[in-house]
């Protein structure tokens, strides 16, 4: 098995930036130090916030308003009840990040696993595009947006049926 470092970048990325993102320059560590910085601070921020009891709305002590598609259908939209979900989590409350949207237990969980990814790629001075194709990362994003698609599905049918 070869080190991430020298693995081959996605052929998707264009041959012109190749050069510039195999380093282990400051291009990478400034990416890598975004993708520890990003993915921290939400998971500082969910540990600040008090789980919504009604499983959504848990934003709005950020000041943010209700989700409008929720006020608009009386319907859920996907990413409702993820910060709930993820106030639940930070506090290893399984059943109440459940409860609140599914899919936030395992978007919590590839979160919190790319702070220690970030800081090893940070430290070791991989390729972020490398390292990202070694992992499968494409693959990744593709089964979380699944599962996104069905736990909606399934609350959005849950709902239907329970009307």
């Given at each position: 098995?070869?080190p991430?470092?020298?693995?081959?970048?996605?052929?998707?990325?264009?041959?012109?930036?190749?050069?510039?993102?195999?380093?282990?320059?400051?291009?990478?560590?400034s990416?890598?130090?975004?993708?520890?910085?990003?993915?921290?601070?939400v998971?500082i921020t969910?540990?600040?916030?008090t789980?919504?009891?009604?499983?959504?709305?848990t934003?709005?002590?950020?000041?943010?308003?209700?989700?409008?598609?929720?006020v608009?259908?009386?319907?859920?939209?996907?990413?409702?009840?993820?910060?709930?979900?993820?106030?639940?989590?930070i506090?290893?409350?399984?059943?109440?990040?459940?409860?609140?949207?599914?899919?936030?237990?395992?978007?919590?969980?590839?979160?919190?696993?790319?702070?220690?990814?970030?800081?090893?790629?940070?430290?070791?001075?991989?390729?972020?595009?490398?390292?990202?194709?070694?992992?499968?990362?494409?693959?990744?994003?593709?089964?979380?947006?699944?599962?996104s698609?069905?736990a909606?599905?399934?609350?959005?049918?849950?709902?239907?049926?329970?009307?």
């Amino acid at each position: 098995m070869q080190p991430i470092a020298e693995s081959a970048p996605s052929s998707s990325v264009p041959a012109r930036l190749l050069p510039v993102i195999e380093r282990g320059d400051w291009v990478s560590r400034s990416a890598w130090a975004c993708l520890f910085a990003v993915p921290l601070a939400v998971l500082i921020t969910a540990a600040w916030l008090t789980p919504s009891p009604a499983g959504h709305g848990t934003h709005t002590q950020l000041g943010l308003p209700p989700c409008g598609f929720l006020v608009f259908t009386g319907y859920p939209c996907p990413g409702c009840g993820l910060t709930t979900a993820f106030a639940h989590m930070i506090r290893l409350q399984l059943g109440g990040a459940w409860g609140a949207n599914p899919f936030g237990v395992p978007l919590f969980l590839a979160t919190a696993a790319c702070v220690p990814f970030a800081a090893l790629g940070f430290v070791r001075g991989w390729s972020v595009v490398a390292a990202l194709d070694r992992i499968h990362a494409e693959k990744l994003a593709v089964v979380l947006a699944l599962i996104s698609v069905l736990a909606w599905i399934t609350r959005i049918a849950t709902l239907w049926s329970a009307a």
